[in-house]
């Protein structure tokens, strides 16, 4: 099963696909795309292309995205909700299954706590893939989203064997 998981951001955005199979996982990509400082209707075009494109070229089965956390600024919750949208747009236009998490269900998933600091994220997510160095944060965000993402998909599995409704 391969699982891509987004970090959304209007400036950057964090891409990670992970391939887990039973208890073995592997980075087959992952990066952090700079949409720059242009229009923002053209980021969101750029944001679209590149989400399709990565999904395509690694024949991705099933993606996530991380749920907008909204802390002060109204309007860098409003961006950030528009490039989730151009990010989700692209992953239903190529055809994937897309799951939602929160901050701290991720972080659960990936480090065992919903607290834990971006650090905490990013050394785990190192540790779990055997990165020989720390992937850039928001790439490794977005690793932490297919990990939680492969993880509750692999659970459902197991809670329904059989594939039955």
Known sequence: MRALGIDPGSRVTG???????????RVLHYAALRLGDGPFPERLGHLFREVRAAAGSYAVDAAAVETVYVKR????????????GAAIAALVEAGLPVGEYTPARIKEAVV?????TKDQV??????????AEAAPED??????VALCHLHHLQAAARMNPGGRR
Request: aromatic share 2%; no cysteine.
């Open 15 to 25: 891409i990670g696909i992970v391939e887990g199979e039973g208890s073995r996982l």
């Open 73 to 84: 600024n109204v309007e860098s919750a409003l961006k950030l909700g528009q490039a989730r």
């Open 112 to 116: 065992g706590r919903g607290s834990a």
């Open 122 to 131: 990013g050394y785990m997510v190192q540790r779990l893939l055997g990165l």
């Open 139 to 144: 790439a490794a965000d977005a690793l932490g």
